[in-house]
């Protein structure tokens, strides 16, 4: 599921787009905020889809050394250690998994050489070859098999890497976060499961969607008042010259310390300090540090910030 980082890091990106245009349609970049939540879940959907590519490139090769007009004994006694996993088996017949595969846009079936590629591959891999000639069994040790592979091989793999970039700017945001979600999904397997539950996108409870929504409409609507308050504190630099990610850094956290109140101010001035590190300058994270040990204290002080809950009133 999406954690609070991930949402951060969904409207940073968002909001960038947004302020780098000459004049930009709030009502649109919201959709595409939301869209791009979707192309996440797609993603999540296809790296669960590409296990069951090459559990059927296994059976398709099985059937191709039967059918040659003069078949080897090892064509005619095959080894299907693999097609039998018990894991790649429910991945297989998985009507969530084939449903979700349907609407994807990341098809693994529009690009089969790619994936005969990456099959061909995952059987030179020591992993594979061991788990083949092993003489344990069982729905653990077939678990562990598939996880291993996922971990090891498939979410490494540059040309799995190289097609997911293709399909959008943000991959490499997302990817680590999907692969863990798919790590868990593959973990929650039960011996007995006929199907696949997928985690949700969304935390329960929490309202991850408003939370969502509501830090990019509330940046928005208060930028042109932040941005006055981030002046009053760059006497020495214009406003025009801070960098476009740094500004908008600095919006989303006053919007974050000012609005929800069930976030501490510490987690709110540590995580953006922390996206100032990675998608900005190297001096952004020390620039949106100083900015916000400026304002934050002094909207406490003027009792503009009020956060409720345990541990969170100061």
């Known amino acids: 599921m999406l954690n609070r980082r991930h949402i951060r890091i969904k409207v940073l990106q968002i909001l960038f787009a947004y302020y780098n245009e000459e004049k930009p349609d709030a009502a649109r970049y919201e959709k595409m905020l939301f869209e791009s939540v979707d192309r996440f879940r797609e993603l999540y959907i296809s790296l669960m889809g590409i296990m069951v590519e090459m559990h059927q490139l296994a059976i398709e090769k099985i059937e191709m050394g039967m059918q040659k007009r003069l078949p080897s004994h090892e064509d005619l006694h095959p080894n299907t250690r693999f097609v039998t996993n018990e894991i790649l088996r429910i991945l297989a017949h998985s009507r969530s998994l084939a449903e979700g595969m349907k609407y994807n846009h990341l098809k693994w079936t529009d690009n089969p050489e790619l994936v005969k590629k990456i099959f061909k591959g995952l059987m030179e891999t020591e992993d594979y070859q061991e788990y083949m000639q092993a003489t344990e069994r069982g729905f653990e040790y077939d678990k562990e098999l598939v996880l291993r592979i996922f971990k090891k091989f498939i979410i490494n793999h540059e040309d799995i890497q190289e097609f997911m970039e293709d399909q959008g700017i943000y991959w490499n945001d997302d990817l680590d976060l999907a692969a863990s979600m798919v790590l868990r999904t593959i973990k929650s397997i039960k011996a007995n499961d006929e199907d696949v539950n997928f985690l949700p996108l969304w935390k329960d409870g929490d309202d991850e969607e408003g939370y969502c929504r509501n830090l990019f409409r509330k940046t928005l609507a208060m930028g042109t008042d932040h941005e006055k308050e981030i ?35 510490k987690v709110t001035m540590n995580e953006y300090i922390e996206l100032a590190k990675y998608y900005s300058t190297p001096k952004s994270a020390q620039f949106v540090n100083g900015i916000l040990d400026q304002v934050i204290p002094k909207w406490q002080k003027e009792g503009k910030i009020k956060k409720v809950g345990r541990g969170l009133i100061e």
């Open 231 to 265: 002046s009053g504190y760059t006497k020495n630099w214009e406003v025009e010259r801070i960098a476009t990610m740094d500004m908008v850094i600095l919006k989303m956290a006053l919007t974050e310390a000012l609005f929800f109140e069930n976030i501490p101010v």
